[in-house]
T-cell receptor, first 115, second 111 residues
């Protein structure tokens, strides 16, 4: 069975700083996708970034980038130039490359951006 | 941009009552899901639905839960006799390949 582990329950950084959220996962699959979802206080689930396991290049979306280490089964999220609006819960997630498979979430990291 | 729509956004019910949570998935999606999140906890899978039948369900999804796609557009989650521990945010999601889109959730409060 797949598992996703986020070892940082809570983090705080100053606005404009860079912050890295950690995620490790366990799977025997070779093809899969990894995601970071943001959940602001509204509790909506917002997709931040997606990584295909078969791609060596790390995904980037504006200020958000990942460090994907397939052999180490590590998938960290880096937020550059952090903004107050980045304050949220962040969930790392995994899905096998089967069309109907369920997504597995980590327990989340609560990120506070301080003014 | 197309989105998954959930109604109502908040539902308050008495313990033992039946509730139906409604979702309108994105129109060309074929796979539908319900997830729940108890306050302060992680998002948990409940059930996946494809081709008008359940494809997978978790141990949480017991006989009190059922899902239905009554008219080809709506996707509903029914809880027959709610318990206090059913209080949670319920998310509907639909997918096209690996792109999973979540609705904004229904906050269910069981009193």
């Amino acid at each position: 069975a797949q598992t996703v582990t986020q070892s940082q329950p809570e983090m705080s950084v100053q606005e404009a700083e860079t912050v890295t959220l950690s995620c490790t996962y366990d799977t025997s699959e070779s093809n899969y996708y990894l995601f970071w979802y943001k959940q602001p206080p509204s509790r909506q689930m917002i997709l931040v970034i997606r990584q295909e396991a078969y791609k060596q290049q790390n995904a980037t979306e504006n200020r958000f980038s990942v460090n994907f280490q397939k052999a180490a089964k590590s998938f960290s999220l880096k937020i550059s130039d952090s903004q107050l609006g980045d304050t949220a819960m962040y969930f790392c997630a995994f899905i096998k490359m089967n069309r109907d498979d369920k997504i597995i979430f980590g327990k989340g990291t609560r990120l506070h951006i301080l003014p | 941009e197309p989105e998954v729509t959930q109604t109502p956004s908040h539902q308050v019910t008495q313990m033992g009552q039946e509730v139906i949570l409604r979702c309108v998935p994105i129109s060309n999606h074929l796979y539908f899901y319900w997830y729940r999140q108890i306050l302060g906890q992680k998002v948990e899978f409940l059930v996946s639905f494809y081709n008008n039948e359940i494809s997978e369900k978790s141990e949480i999804f017991d006989d009190q839960f059922s899902v239905e796609r009554p008219d080809g557009s709506n996707f509903t989650l029914k809880i027959r006799s709610t318990k206090l521990e059913d209080s949670a945010m319920y998310f509907c999601a639909s997918s096209y390949f690996e792109k999973l889109f979540f609705g904004s959730g229904t906050q269910l409060s069981v009193l």
